[in-house]
Each structure stands twice: as structure tokens, then as C-alpha cells.
């Protein structure tokens, strides 16, 4: 990944400069940006970036130059500028272009590396997570979280903060709806729907995946299997390693196409960008571009289609507390995706819930794929504004559909000492769903 | 250079000095980068006795010096050429909020945008709202005295600056005061109103350091309506109509077709029609008995000068949306094309409509498109030419064109700037507008705040106008 250097004039960033012209330098992306706010230097705003691109173009900064590398490493990806910009400066599309031509000139940090080629590769992936599923059920990870210096105990504390009771089964026909007029639930056929399981969900976040399943099923999706999907490639493209995200690619999508699904779904917001982009992605490889496009347009959140379908809301349990639920936009969702109410119809739909507002909850936590693991001190700022807005917000739970932020929030909550527990909305519209049909 | 970087690392830490060229690149401009200079280095203070060393050493070394807030100004205020470049952004505490007196105290680098929402809980806000609102800061828009869509009906920064702390260009900080807080904007205590003076004066007379601004409760009632005109000059005389029929609108907001489509192209659409030659954004507020007879007659009025529809904002949503497809309006030209220059001329209202047309007149001209986005109700005009700096004959026919429209504007017995400043962009025009003596005068007034022009030197007055400055050649720049 790290091949000859290529000449600035040839690079990806210069196949992407139209975007850049979009940029009057307004400057109404600055409070959208979690670095700008956290490190207080234009350099790490999108303007200050877009400036820099601007001036690698030009040849009046070299790509070999440290201090300003570090700056656009230093961009989390989050997309909130796209969400602010008025003239539509496609964003993440020039910083992976500007990382992939940086790649070219310099190594990516040893940590990154090492990350992105086990998550290239199943069969290093997999024992991986698997060891990490053993130091999580033992329980050293939340003593070691509490033992290490902050900053080192994060990892573990991400990894506990994924631990969950096992959730029994429930057969999704037997869930008593809050309406009656709801009966024959079960009759309805939206569609065939096939998940992109995905590397941490399915390894780190399993009762997750059989939450999204089921909570789809109730809700009148029939779920086939794409059996020899692999990591959707984000984690790679974003770090400035298009050509691996490219292969994955071209893997997921002949396996999604043996399927026969209807729809992709999602219930990673990381993963539901990406695969949403791979048109993009494989637009220059003429056998794959057709078949990118149409991948692309069948993919779906699992809120999208839980959204659809109402979601159907289970019936109440007499006597139940009412718990605090506050909602955490994921940067992919909201910005990348651009899917704001479904989430919140999600949780609008759960039994004796409050429903309280977060503030920022726009703003990046800070988790921005492997960002966390490779800038611990710059991800670190990030997370303690949204922790406090948490905090203030009187929640119990704060929901939010993405594994980085599950485990980012999670962690840091973890850390904090704190009672309150970072949750999937499906997951909490899976419990209400196995509460409804236990009570029968 | 390199002691005094040495110096100011001292005071405020190493990453909190920027004197790498490549680390400065950012901070060559403000939101008008058409105007691009090289800041010697860049310097952050933290706190507000950063602040203070930052200043007196500086003062020291004698070396002059350029603040900056967010870099969103419009008239290249904020550009230091081979000078210090004093960022205030990290200054950004909200010191206090007195909600019974309705005041706050801030430091200058707070967002406009965020003090209204740390205030919002006690039904209060900060009036002066220009469109940049959710990222400049109260130091810029004094600096500026800012103006905003809603400044018709409530007044300008300097309407809502009650008292500020200011360290000047030698160090000294001094509290300026204009009465205490109950007494109205227009009183002011004994003796000249230095804070009128200093409200304004873009960062010639020295640094905020912190400013008690005056709060606005919340209207009771607020009725946003968007009418649209099948010509720009049927919008104009309805605003000069609304304003002779006696009514206050709080806004009063005019864009053209060009604008427009810009807008709904955008993350922005606010459901402006795009056919429309221009629409006309009113807002009316206060309390709410009455208001329904003043929207009753904006809409008669509206429809009588040739309106083709009106449409009232049924709920918060919609009138948020209408708002933000106005204010975000600048920033969307750059969908038109790479680069842009923007305009901030006033005018007397009512000869709004036949400047409209030669303003479009001058763009035929010149070959170029001229959108217009501006505050008719007080006449105040932002005619924005979007345009390819890389073509040096289309670059050529925009300033022709500016330098035109602004002539236009003088002579229609309008004004160069209402609320971007004069900065580097309109100088040109200064010696136009005002007599040497005035000139002069200006630069006396400077001299009482700032004796050794070190503060955002090059701004405002020409220099070669000033003949006091001539006099004084012991001055740098």
C-alpha cells in the first residue's frame, strides 16, 4: 500500500480538485468540526485542510511534510463539515483522497498498519476477536481498563463495554403488539433482506446481529444469508488504502448477489457508508462499476427499514420502570448517510421509555473507525465534551447504531465510573420485542 | 522574528505559536480570499492573562500585529502581512450570564450562535445575528460592529455592547463603559462614549478582552412570511413600501433568482421558488396582539406591488429552514463558480430598485453574473460575483465591475460598508467617500487608542491619505 510515490499531478487528490474549488472559505464548517473545537488550530479544521490539499496541489508544501501529514491524519472523517457546508465540498471524498496520496509518500503509522491487515485478512481476524472474546467473558478486561492509566485502559474498557447478558430467543410471532389492530403481523412480506454481519458486529456485537435479525422479522422482513461476506473495506479506504477496500469490495459484492436479497441491511452506520459508496469506489473498473451501482442502491440502515414498517411497537409489561433513553447520532448516519428520524422512531417506538434530547449529538464521539486506537490523545478530547453532554441529559442509556461509537461512548462511560450503558436501538427495540412475547 | 516567537512561547506554550510558512497558510485570509497574505507567525493565547503578556510583549518588541476571531469577515480585515497574527479563538468562556439584569459577560473568541444557545433556557437571545453567526465571534463582531438580518428592527453590535475590557496596542487594559446595563442603548455615561468609538474601529484600537453584551428576550410571537416577484424591482418597491407604511419588520430580506438557485441546490433548500426573479424573507415579531394586522398588511402591500404569492412559515421548522437558506446563502455561491467576490454597499431604500437594475446592467456589461443576497429593508446591498480567479480576463472584468457598482453606489448617496468593515477590500474607496480632513480626523481619533499604529496596521485608512501618519515617520508598519 505504500508503493512509488506518486507525482502530486497524477495523485487521487488531483483527479478529486473539483471538489476543492467548491470552497468560498465561509468558513461555517469550523463549529461542525470535533478537532477544530478539541485542538484549536485552523490546521485541523475542514477549511484549514481543504487550504493544505490546495497548497499540495500547488507544490508549495511538500507531501513529505510531518506537520502538516499530521493534520490531515488528525481528521476523524466524520463528515459533520458536509453536513454544514452550503457549496456541498465533497469532504470525505478528498481527505481519502489526499490520504491515499500521502500513502504513497510516506508509511501509515505501524498501529494503523498492523490493524488494517487483520481486519484485510478472515483468517487473522478471526482469532483475534476471538481472544478478545476471551479476555472479555474473564473479565480482565474491565480490571485491566480499571488498572492501566487511562489512556492505555481504553481498549479494554472499549472491549468490556461490549460484554452483554446473553438475550434467550424469542419466536418473533409471538410478540404482542401495543395495537390490536396489529394482529397478523407476521403476515406481512416486505421483502428479502440479507445483513452484512461485519467484522466487530458479528465478533464483538453478536447479540446485536441476532437483535437486527429478529426485530426485522417481527417487523415482516424474511432474512437470507450471504455467506461469504468479508469487512466492507471502510476501515481501509478512509485510512488512504483504496486498492484493499476495492478487493474487499469485489468480494462482498458477488456474495451479496448470490443472496438474492432485496435489500443490504446495516446496522453498522461505518459499514452502511462505505458499502453505500462502493459505486464510487469501483467507478474506474469497468467489469465491477455496474455492478458497485446496483450493490450500492439496495443498501439499506436497519432503522431505514424499521422506520418503514412503523416499526411495530410492542406491547407494554405492567409495572415496568421507566428508563431514559438519549440518542447519539452516528457521524456515518447522519452526516455520511444522512438518515436522522429513522433512529428516533426506533426508540420512539419502545414501552415506558422517556426519550430525552442530547445536545451535540451531531458532533463526533471521537471513536472514527481505528482514529481512537492510532490518536488515543486527539480521540480523548473528543469523547470528554460528548460524555459530559451524556451526563447532563439525565439518560440512563444513550443509543447510538454504530460498534466504533458503542465502544467508544461505552469505554469512556466504563472509564468514567459511570451507570449509564451505551446500547444499539435495535437492541433495546430486541428487548422490549422478547419482553412482549414472554409475557404470553 | 525568532526571539520574540521564543518570547510568546513562553507565555502561551509551544503549539499555541505558529511560525512555519506551511503551518501558516491557513490563516493567509479571512472569508474573502480573493485578499491572501503571509502572517510572519501566529500566536493563541488561552487565557486572558495570555492575553495580556501576548500584548505587552508585543508591545515591547514593537512589533504591529493583526487580531482574528474565526476568519470570517468579508473586507480582508484580519490579514496580517509579515506581521504577528494574534488568534483569539481560544478565548471562549462565557464569564457570566445575569439573566434578571439580561447581560453576559464573554470572552471575545465566543461564537455569536453559541451564546444565544447558552441563553435560550431563560427565553433570551443575542439580537445582532449576521449570517455567519454559527461561527464568528462576539470579538470579530465588535471589531466589525456586525450587523444581521434582524439588526432592522434591533440595532447593530454597538446597540448591544454595554461594557468591554480592553487591553490596548501598549499593553494597558482599560474598561471602557457605556452606564450600567438597566440604562437604555443609547444612553450613555459621563463623558465621550469611548465605547462607541472603540465599537467598530476593526481591531485599529486595540484587543477585547472581555465584553458585557446586553441580552433580548425572546418575541412572544414570530410571523416569517416569504413572498415572491416576478422582478427584482417589484420586490424592492414593496420594501421601500412596508418601510413607508410605517412598519418595523424585524427582517426584511431581498435574494435574487441567481441566489436562490444557489440556496436549493444546497444541504440548505428552504423551498424557495426557483422560478422566481426574487423573493422577499419578512419576519415580524413581538407581542402578539397586533402582529397579525402588520402581516396582513405586508402581504396587501406585497401583493399590490406585483407579488405573485405569499406564503406565511406555518411552524418553528419551516421558519428555521427559511433562515437558513438566507444565511447560508454566501457560502453556497461557490456551487456557481471557484471564487467570489461580495460587495457590502448601503443605499438610500428608496432608490433600491433602479440600482438593482444598473447593478445588473454592469454585469451584462462585463459579461458576468451578479447575484444579489442583501438586507433590503436598510438598503443594505451584497451584490456577489461568483468567478475563476485562474482567468486573469474574467478576474479583470470582476474588479471593473465592483469598482463600478460601488461608483453607482456613491453617487446614489449610499456608503461603501454596513456591516463587513472596510478592511484591505475598500480601501480603494475611502479617499472617494470622505475628504482629506475627514481622513485625517480618523487617524487622530486611532492615535488616542493605538500612537504607534501597531494594531491591524494598513486597514481602514489608506495610509498615504493620513497625513498625520506622514508626519510621524518613526511609525512601522
Given at each position: ?15 478529486a480538485r473539483a471538489g476543492l474549488d467548491r470552497c468560498v472559505h465561509c468558513g461555517f464548517c469550523l463549529p461542525a468540526c470535533p478537532t477544530y473545537l478539541a485542538l484549536d488550530d485552523e490546521n485541523d479544521s475542514p477549511r484549514g485542510r481543504l487550504l493544505l490539499m490546495g497548497a ?15 493534520h490531515f491524519?488528525q481528521c476523524l472523517g466524520c463528515r459533520g463539515c458536509e453536513s454544514a457546508c452550503p457549496s456541498g465540498v465533497p469532504y470525505g471524498e478528498l481527505i481519502e483522497a489526499t ?174 457508508a ?55 447520532a452516528p457521524c456515518h448516519l447522519q452526516h455520511a448517510q444522512r438518515i436522522t ?17 442530547l445536545t451535540d449529538s451531531d458532533q463526533c464521539c471521537g471513536?472514527a ?9 486527539v480521540?480523548?478530547r473528543v469523547?470528554?465534551p460528548k460524555?459530559?453532554r ?51 | ?23 501558516l497558510l491557513a490563516y493567509r485570509s479571512d472569508a474573502l480570499p480573493g485578499h491572501r ?5 501566529a500566536?493563541m ?21 493583526v487580531a482574528r476571531g474565526a476568519g470570517t469577515g468579508l473586507s480582508g480585515g484580519a490579514l496580517a502581512?509579515?506581521?504577528?497574527l494574534?488568534a483569539l479563538h481560544r478565548l471562549r468562556?462565557i ?11 464573554v470572552e471575545p473568541g465566543v461564537v455569536n450562535a453559541t451564546l444565544t444557545r447558552a441563553v435560550a433556557?431563560?427565553?433570551?437571545h443575542y439580537a445582532p445575528d449576521p449570517s455567519s453567526q454559527t461561527a464568528c465571534t462576539i470579538g470579530g463582531n465588535i471589531a466589525e460592529n456586525a450587523g444581521g438580518p434582524h439588526c432592522l428592527?434591533y440595532?447593530v453590535t454597538?446597540?448591544h ?41 476593526e481591531g ?9 453584551v ?10 416569517t412570511?416569504l ?24 427582517a426584511?430580506e431581498l435574494m435574487d433568482?441567481a441566489t436562490i438557485e444557489a440556496v436549493e441546490s444546497s444541504v440548505y433548500a428552504a423551498g424557495y421558488?426557483r422560478?422566481?426573479?426574487?423573493v422577499?424573507l419578512?419576519e ?29 412559515a406555518?411552524?418553528p421548522a419551516e421558519r428555521t429552514r427559511l433562515w437558513l437558506g438566507r444565511k447560508k446563502a454566501f457560502g453556497a455561491m461557490g456551487r456557481v463558480a471557484p471564487h467570489l467576490v461580495v460587495q457590502d ?24 453574473r451578479v447575484c444579489n443576497v442583501f438586507h433590503?429593508?436598510d438598503?443594505n446591498l451584497h451584490p456577489n460575483i461568483p468567478y475563476d480567479a ?27 460598508t454596513g456591516e463587513h468593515g472596510?478592511g484591505l477590500d ?52
Open positions: 500500500m505504500t508503493g512509488t510515490a506518486l507525482p502530486i499531478a497524477q495523485s487521487p487528490l488531483a483527479e499540495l496541489l500547488e507544490g508549495s508544501i511538500s507531501p513529505d511534510d510531518a506537520t502538516i501529514g499530521r491524519d490520504r491515499a496520496t500521502l500513502a504513497t509518500h510516506r508509511p501509515l503509522p505501524f498501529v494503523a498498519r498492523f490493524i488494517l491487515s487483520v481486519f484485510a485478512e478472515l483468517w487473522l481476524l478471526r482469532p483475534v476477536l476471538a481472544a478478545a472474546r476471551v479476555v472479555r467473558a474473564s473479565g480482565l478486561a474491565r480490571l485491566v481498563a480499571r488498572v492501566l492509566p487511562a489512556r492505555m485502559g481504553m481498549p479494554f474498557a472499549m472491549l468490556a463495554s461490549t460484554a452483554r447478558r446473553v438475550a434467550p430467543g424469542y419466536d418473533p410471532a409471538t410478540v404482542r403488539l401495543a395495537s390490536t389492530d396489529d394482529t397478523h403481523h407476521m403476515d406481512v412480506h416486505r421483502g428479502r433482506a440479507a445483513l452484512l454481519t461485519g467484522c466487530v458486529m458479528e465478533s464483538l456485537f453478536t447479540d446485536v446481529n441476532r437483535a437486527t435479525e429478529r426485530t426485522l422479522a417481527v417487523n415482516g422482513w424474511q432474512l437470507c444469508e450471504a455467506g461469504d461476506q468479508v469487512c466492507c473495506g471502510a476501515l481501509h479506504a478512509h485510512a488512504g488504502d483504496p486498492e484493499t477496500a476495492r478487493t474487499l469490495a469485489r468480494t462482498n459484492i458477488a456474495a451479496f448477489e448470490q443472496s438474492g436479497a432485496d435489500v443490504i441491511v446495516m446496522n453498522s452506520a461505518g459499514c452502511g462505505m458499502c453505500r459508496e462502493y459505486g464510487h469506489l469501483l467507478a474506474d473498473d469497468p467489469a465491477w462499476a455496474a455492478r458497485a451501482n446496483r450493490f450500492g442502491a439496495k443498501v439499506r440502515d436497519v432503522s431505514e427499514l424499521l422506520a418503514e414498517a412503523g416499526p411495530r411497537q410492542p406491547a407494554s409489561v405492567p409495572g415496568r420502570a421507566t428508563t431514559t433513553v438519549t440518542y447519539d428520524a429513522p433512529p428516533l422512531r426506533v426508540l420512539a417506538a419502545l414501552p415506558s421509555t422517556t426519550l430525552v434530547p471513536s473507525g481505528i482514529f481512537n486506537l492510532v490518536r488515543p490523545e480521540a480523548e469523547l470528554d460524555l459530559a451524556i451526563a447532563e441529559s439525565g439518560a440512563t442509556v444513550v443509543a447510538t447504531g454504530n460498534p466504533g461509537c458503542l465502544m467508544q461512548i461505552g469505554g469512556g462511560l466504563v472509564l468514567a465510573g459511570s451507570s449509564v450503558v451505551a446500547r444499539h436501538p435495535v437492541e433495546l427495540l430486541d428487548m422490549a420485542y422478547a419482553r412482549a412475547a414472554r409475557a404470553d | 522574528m525568532t526571539a520574540l516567537a521564543t518570547t510568546l512561547e513562553r507565555i502561551v506554550g509551544p503549539t499555541h505559536v505558529l511560525a512555519r510558512p506551511a503551518s497574505v503571509m502572517p510572519a507567525l500566536v493565547p488561552g487565557t486572558r492573562e495570555e492575553l495580556i503578556a501576548v500584548m505587552r510583549a508585543l508591545a515591547e518588541d514593537g512589533t504591529p500585529y502581512d509579515g506581521v504577528v494574534l468562556r464569564i457570566q450570564i445575569d439573566p434578571v439584569a439580561r447581560t453576559a459577560t433556557a431563560h427565553r433570551l428592527k440595532g454597538l446597540n455592547v454595554i461594557r468591554a475590557t480592553v487591553v490596548l496596542p501598549s499593553g494597558e487594559v482599560v474598561q471602557l463603559d457605556r452606564g450600567d446595563a438597566s440604562a437604555s442603548a443609547s444612553a450613555s455615561s459621563a463623558g465621550y462614549d469611548l465605547l462607541g468609538a472603540f465599537v467598530g474601529s485599529c484600537f486595540g484587543v477585547v478582552a472581555d465584553v458585557t446586553r441580552l433580548t428576550p425572546d418575541p412572544e410571537r414570530v410571523i412570511l413572498a415572491d416577484f416576478m422582478s427584482v424591482r417589484s420586490a424592492a418597491n414593496a420594501t421601500s413600501r412596508i418601510i413607508a407604511a410605517g412598519i418595523v419588520p424585524a426584511l433568482q421558488p422560478d422566481a426573479a426574487a422577499l419578512a415580524v415579531d413581538g407581542a402578539a396582539a397586533g402582529l397579525d394586522d402588520d402581516v396582513r398588511a405586508i402581504e396587501a402591500l406585497c401583493l399590490e406591488s406585483g407579488a405573485r404569492s405569499v406564503r406565511i406555518h411552524d454597499a448601503v443605499v438610500p431604500r428608496t432608490a433600491l430598485a433602479d440600482l438593482l437594475e444598473d447593478i445588473q446592467a454592469i454585469g451584462v456589461k462585463h459579461r458576468l433590503a429593508g438598503g485562474d482567468d486573469a480576463d474574467e478576474s479583470a472584468r470582476v474588479h471593473k465591475a465592483m469598482k463600478e457598482i460601488m461608483t453607482r453606489c456613491i453617487d446614489a448617496g449610499g456608503t461603501i472596510v475598500k480601501l480603494p474607496y475611502m479617499e472617494a467617500l470622505f475628504t482629506p480632513d475627514t481622513l485625517d480626523a480618523m487617524c487622530s481619533l486611532r492615535s488616542v487608542f493605538d500612537p504607534t499604529r501597531r494594531s491591524n496596521p494598513g486597514k481602514v485608512v489608506p495610509v498615504r491619505s493620513c497625513r498625520e501618519w506622514h508626519a510621524t515617520p518613526a511609525a512601522r508598519v
